[in-house]
Every structure is written in structure tokens, then in C-alpha cells.
């Protein structure tokens, strides 16, 4: 061995943290060490954070937004952005099914009834877009004529029907100590995982959302898979919906509006549920295993504010900073590992 390879052969090999930091931005890291400091902070002094009954709330709260999440992650995935509809589509569901319920048809026939309006919902802006419609203007448009139905069809008012009644396992009833909504949370979130990571179509979502020319020369055109991740995200969206009304026994289009007394708007809380996840914006990159994870991030530090006395307006705040905060982390490792390319 050469005097000049040996000592190069026995420099030490860099630690996990020098690894990290080589393969990121440094100031990605530093960001996302400050927002832990400050997030472990804020766990350690809540009043009763840690406690089993409040981890049961957090996962229990992270429930409906995780859900409808999970559909949006779908879009977001194949490349068409975000379906900014989800709460107007949920204010329709959430009429149709009380209306149902309040008619004496009964929860599988309200279930069902509820679920034609989504299917109608997700199919219509699914073909918009597959056709070319930009999905902002698509579905800011559809938000609109979603809205003013459901407000139009219960006049404004809090649509109401009595316990008990067929709902009643889904919106208070639990399994194994466990609300069924968050049983029906984490089912929802592996069955969507493994239809990403198993199937032909969660490969095709993947494909068009990274390289819609690859996709059209495979034969994958945006069109059907604009419809399909459509309908699968107003689907979850109507899911939301009925259990969301399950729980209160009424419904009222303003459900899943920031006046309603929420830490925001849930089209705005989903769309940071997704970002937070760590899911491209553009496609292809993601999963809904992250989205999950990103909803009960974010019902975590809701609670947390809570705890600590906080009332709507700096919790709705925190959402929004959480999507710039994960915006600009995202766009800072891409760029550094565009740069090592």
C-alpha cells in the first residue's frame, strides 16, 4: 500500500448528523430543529398532554380531517393540485344524509342517497379537469355551486333528527376503547396505502403525477385518472360528512366553516395535512402514510394550543404557518438535492 492511500483509507467516516446534513440544507435542518425545540416545548409544558385520554382526543380529532386527507392526497399525488371543493362537498353530504335520517329512510339508505352526491361531485370536476381545466378554477367554480346547493336545500337552517337512532355506532360508538371513527381513520388509511403501493393504479397516479408525457406514452391518459382521484377524494369527503353529522344527530352547511368555532377551515386544514405530510404539490411524490402522519401532527399542536388557553384566531394562525413552514423546507431540499444532481 502507498504512504499516499493510507492515510486517505483511514479518515473517519462521517457520523449519521454529518450525513444528514450533507444530503440537506443546512438551513432545512436548522429550521426543522427550531420548530421541534419549540414543539417539544410546548408538549412538556401543556397541562395534561401527556396523558392516555388526550392521546385518544388527538387521534380521535385527527380522525375527520385525516380522512378526507387521505382523498385529497390522491389528487395531489396525480398531479392535479388539490381539490379545493372538499368542504363545500361535505356541507351537500352532510344535508342529504341528516335529510335522509330525518325522513325515517335509515342509515344504509341515507349512506347510500349521500354517496350519489358525491359520486356526482368527484365525476363532473374529474372530467372538467381531465379535459383541461385548471383544478383551481374547476374547483373553486364546483365549490360555489356545492355551497349554494346544500344551503339552498336546507334553507340555512340546522337540519336535526332524534336518538337514537342507525348512526349512533359510527358518530359515539368505540372499539377496543377506541371511537369507531378513529377505527375507521386507521382502516381507511392502510387500505389507501395499499392501493397506492400495490395495485396498477396507485403505479399509474404515480407515473402521471410525475411525468403526465410518460403517462400518455403508456397509455395512462389524465383524463380517467383526473375522475377517478377526484371521486375518490369527494367519497371520503361525504364519509366525513356522515360521520361528522352521526356524532351531533343534525346538520348545517357551515359544519366545516372557521365561524363555525373550528381551528379553521377544514378545506384549508386539510390542504396543510397534506402539505405537512411532506407530499409534492406537483405530483408524483408522497403518499397517503404521510398524510396521516401530517393530521395527527397537526391535531397534536392543536391540542396542544388548547391546552395552553389558546382560542381560534392564533390556532388558525398556526395552520397557516405550518403551510408556508412546510412549503419552504420542501422547496429548500429539493433545491439542495437538485444541486448534488
Not at 31 to 54: C, D, K, Q, R, S
Not at 70 to 94: D, P, Q
Not at 108 to 122: C, P, R, Y
Not at 153 to 166: A, E, F, I, Q, T
Request: glycine share 10%.
Amino acid at each position: 500500500m502507498s504512504p499516499i492511500s493510507e492515510p486517505i483509507n483511514q479518515l473517519p467516516k462521517p457520523s449519521i448528523l454529518e450525513k444528514l446534513i450533507q444530503r440537506h440544507s443546512k438551513l432545512a435542518i436548522t429550521l426543522l430543529a427550531i420548530f421541534i425545540v419549540v414543539f417539544v416545548y410546548g408538549m412538556v409544558t401543556a397541562p395534561n398532554f401527556l396523558t392516555l385520554f388526550n392521546f385518544k382526543t388527538i387521534i380521535r380529532d385527527a380522525a375527520l380531517v385525516g380522512i378526507m386527507a387521505i382523498g385529497l392526497t390522491f389528487v395531489t399525488l396525480s398531479g392535479n393540485f388539490f381539490l379545493l371543493s372538499m368542504k363545500e362537498t361535505a356541507a351537500l353530504c352532510i344535508i342529504a344524509f341528516a335529510t335522509g335520517m330525518a325522513s325515517g329512510w335509515g342509515f344504509e339508505l341515507s349512506f347510500l342517497f349521500t354517496m350519489v352526491f358525491a359520486l356526482i361531485a368527484g365525476i363532473s370536476q374529474g372530467a372538467l379537469i381531465g379535459i383541461g381545466g385548471n383544478p383551481i378554477v374547476v374547483t373553486l367554480g364546483a365549490a360555489g355551486v356545492l355551497y349554494g346547493l346544500g344551503a339552498y336545500w336546507s334553507d340555512n337552517l340546522v337540519v336535526s333528527y332524534r336518538r337514537p337512532h342507525g348512526a349512533e355506532w359510527l358518530g359515539t360508538g368505540s372499539f377496543l376503547g377506541l371511537p369507531n371513527i378513529t377505527v375507521a381513520f386507521i382502516l381507511i388509511a392502510i387500505s389507501a396505502e395499499l392501493l397506492l403501493r400495490k395495485t396498477s393504479f396507485g403505479r399509474q397516479v404515480y407515473l402521471i403525477g410525475a411525468n403526465r408525457a410518460a403517462g400518455r406514452a403508456t397509455g395512462h391518459e389524465n383524463f380517467w385518472m383526473a375522475i377517478k382521484v377526484c371521486t375518490i377524494a369527494s367519497v371520503c369527503s361525504a364519509f366525513v360528512a356522515i360521520a361528522f353529522s352521526a356524532q351531533v344527530s343534525s346538520a348545517q352547511v357551515n359544519y366545516f366553516s372557521s365561524e363555525f368555532g373550528s381551528s379553521g377551515d377544514m378545506t384549508i386544514m386539510v390542504i396543510a395535512t397534506v402539505m405537512v405530510g411532506g407530499n409534492s404539490i406537483m405530483g408524483g411524490f408522497g403518499s397517503t402514510l404521510r398524510s396521516s402522519l401530517g393530521a395527527v401532527f397537526i391535531s397534536t399542536v392543536d391540542n396542544m394550543m388548547v391546552l395552553h388557553g389558546f382560542n381560534s384566531g392564533p390556532r388558525v394562525f398556526a395552520v397557516g404557518l405550518m403551510i408556508v413552514f412546510s412549503i419552504i423546507v420542501f422547496a429548500i431540499l429539493r433545491r439542495g438535492s437538485r444541486s448534488e444532481e
